[in-house]
């Protein structure tokens, strides 16, 4: 997993959580994090989307997921 | 955003709100998106807001991803946005039984956005033949008749409605470059909801169809998400309709400049006169197309000054001689060159024109210039100018302080009447007295009852007077329409030309007609009018209708407000008597009367 886009996620995540960055880590998680929601993943999606330039989509990811997971998808969207 | 940003906009938001404000555009448009509208959102709210609008959204789709990116682009442009949104696909029964969320959410504006593939999926895929499309069209257009005309029956509210835009691709196949019916069918549905909500009072078009074009329509929506989640735009789509919708809203709500401030320069020209002298500076490309852009803003009813720091015969010599490529001297309705600050250039500028220092806006290509009059002129609308010449034309034109969604023949004409202002001041600082001054001017005034040409003007007055205006009551043109038909009461205007011209519909008098005591509901003139006993002349025309009436007397009341002081001492100045209710004022009409003063010729109608 290409850390650049480890760091894309948390910081994405960090800025939609309003948390500190060091408070996001590669561990983090919707089961983890209780304000991650459907609303603010879609909205984690539509960053990620426009920050990286690649979309996802619900098939690429399993089904728990943490930020690494998130990462390691985009790497593979990207090629 | 990091830590650092946080902490300086933090710190910003406490002793600097317009270097606040400044920094959170930057970093907005350093990375507009979901993410950064997150992280921006909580400081955006602190920012001291002029406008306040409880949006109310009625969809029938996802909309919940555009909230905050449209709150973090009003709240920079000055607009406290306060959304709440209806139920998910029930639009149509909230359009048509609009009394229980009208009641409960008490809207500022209400927002239609509704998705065409959710209204009409036969025009949004596949191949089709002519006649589905056209009566599918003719269908949506008479459910939209419907519900906007239920929703404008039981609301005066702004409206406003997005229009539909033509999906990606040919969905129909290349054949549709020859028969382009889906794309006709969609040009004569948004040409239909357009005739329909001109046709409705306050009801706006959000032109859904130009954003989309002007964004991509590849890269616009995201078939397999809108199926998901029901969200019909992407993340870019998004920024870009929060920044098309918050623009739009500005035109409507404000806040607006009246007057932009040219720098000379380095902006309108480059070089610098007092160096290089007039041979040396020049109108290079860019600043072509700036002076265009400012000629464009200028048709459109916006008046234009110069503030400089320059010898002013060389700097006027210039302006005739090198700067004219689209703009000359005489476009300028105020020119402060010496070498004041520039603060204290704007705030001449304000007084000479007769607008307060929030009309104004300031363009100059100096970050010095611009970060000294938003210190210690923050009421000023300063434009941040890029480095890069080629775009301040551009962001001339985006900047929505100077839009409008409709200009009215009186904002049209506001630069030819504020020359007639000026030279109306330089009579008055002639005259030896004021009376002099008054007849000088040679004042004639057309009262008559209202037409219903005349409707809009009425309703915008009655919405823009401030300062005499004695009650203070908004009222929607609609309101005022129906005042028309209503024998119960009785609505006069009041024309004004003098010698320098003619300053149109200034005065209004809206009044209540009982058999025996006529009430003043609304008694106002148009700043621009103010201090040349016009309201006298009005006050004459009313009772001259009362008493035409049989009425035995004229009773107004005064609503003190945070700007009407200027009207406070009307009533008693002209003869009115306190009655026992507070603020009320008395006129028995069998035993006083009230002439319109000998200067100025009243005609009634």
């Not at chain 2, 600043?287 to 720091?309: E, F, H, M, Y």
């Not at chain 2, 705030?347 to 210690?376: K, M, N, T, Y």
Request: charge should be negative; aromatic fraction near 6%.
């Amino acid at each position: 997993m290409p850390e650049e886009l480890l760091l894309t996620v948390r910081r994405a995540l960090a800025d939609l959580l309003r948390q500190p960055l060091e408070t996001v880590t590669a561990a983090t998680s919707p089961a983890n994090t209780p304000a991650w929601d459907s609303l603010l993943h879609l909205n984690l999606v539509l960053a990620l989307e426009q920050r990286c330039g690649v979309f996802l989509t619900p098939d690429a990811l399993p089904e728990a997921f943490t930020a690494a997971d998130l990462a390691t998808a985009l790497a593979a969207r990207r090629g | 955003m990091n830590a650092g940003d946080r902490a300086r906009t933090a710190a910003l938001l406490e002793t600097d709100p317009v270097a606040a404000r400044l920094a959170l555009s930057r970093l907005w448009q350093t990375d507009p998106g979901a993410a950064t509208a997150a992280a921006l959102l909580p400081a955006v709210s602190e920012l001291p807001q002029p406008v306040t609008c409880r949006l109310h959204l009625l969809r029938s789709c996802t909309v919940e991803p555009l909230l905050p990116l449209w709150q973090v682009a009003a709240g920079l442009r000055g607009i406290a946005l306060q959304p709440t949104v209806g139920g998910y696909g029930s639009y149509a029964v909230e359009l048509l039984q609009p009394g229980e969320w009208l009641a409960e959410r008490q809207p500022d504006l209400v927002w239609l956005a509704l998705d065409l593939a959710d209204l009409a999926p036969e025009l949004t895929a596949g191949p089709a033949a002519a006649a589905l499309l056209t009566v599918a069209v003719e269908r949506l257009l008479g459910d939209l008749t419907a519900w906007l005309q239920s929703l404008r029956a039981a609301t005066t509210v702004p409206l406003v409605v997005q229009n539909f835009a033509l999906p990606a691709g040919t969905p129909g196949g290349l054949q549709e470059w020859q028969q382009p019916l889906r794309s006709d069918c969609l040009a004569e549905l948004n040409r239909g909801l357009r005739q329909l909500c001109g046709g409705l009072d306050d009801c706006w078009i959000a032109d859904l169809e130009a954003v989309a074009a002007d964004h991509g329509r590849r890269g616009w929506s995201d078939p397999q998400r809108r199926a998901a989640v029901g969200l019909p735009w992407t993340g870019s789509a998004l920024v870009a309709l929060a920044e098309a919708w918050a623009r739009l809203l500005q035109a409507r709500l404000g806040p607006h400049s009246k007057v932009l401030v040219c720098d000379l320069d380095g902006t309108l020209w480059q070089g610098v006169l007092g160096e290089d002298g007039i041979a040396g500076v020049t109108v290079n490309p860019p600043r072509v197309a700036l002076q265009q852009a400012i000629a464009d803003l200028a048709r459109r009813g916006v008046l234009l000054a110069v503030a400089s720091k320059n010898d002013p015969a060389e700097a006027l010599a210039a302006l005739d001689q090198v700067a004219g490529r689209r703009l000359a001297r005489a476009d300028f309705a105020a020119q402060r060159i010496g070498w004041d600050d520039k603060a204290s250039s704007l705030r001449a500028i304000a007084a000479e024109l007769g607008v307060g220092l929030d009309s104004l806006a300031f363009l100059d290509d100096h970050p010095a210039e611009r970060a000294w009059v938003r210190q210690a002129a923050p009421e000023v609308h300063v434009i941040e100018l890029a480095d890069d010449p080629w775009q301040w034309a551009a962001q001339l034109r985006d900047d929505a302080r100077f839009e409008r969604l409709r200009l009215t023949a009186e904002d049209l004409a506001r630069p030819a009447m504020l020359r007639q202002q000026q030279h109306r001041a330089a009579l008055r600082d002639t005259a030896d007295s004021l009376e002099t001054y008054y007849r000088s001017l040679r004042m004639h005034a057309r009262i008559a009852p209202l037409t219903l040409t005349e409707v809009t003007r009425v309703a915008q007055l009655t919405r823009k007077t401030n300062q005499f205006n004695l009650t203070t009551r908004r009222r929607s043109d609609a309101a005022v329409a129906a005042l028309l038909d209503d024998p119960a009461w009785l609505v006069l205007t009041l024309r004004l030309t003098d010698r320098f011209g003619d300053s149109g519909l200034v005065g209004v008098a809206i009044l209540e007609r009982d058999p025996r005591c006529w009430r003043i509901d609304t008694l106002l003139l148009s700043c621009r009018v103010i201090g040349r006993t016009v309201e006298t002349a009005l006050l004459a025309g009313v009772i001259h209708h009362a008493r035409r009436a049989g009425a035995g007397a004229l009773v107004g009341v005064f609503i003190p407000s945070a700007k009407n002081e200027p009207a406070a001492s009307c009533y008693p100045a002209h003869g009115f008597s306190p009655t026992a209710a507070p603020g009320e004022w008395s006129l028995d009409l069998t035993t006083q009367d009230l002439p319109a003063p000998p200067w100025i010729e009243v005609t009634f109608a």
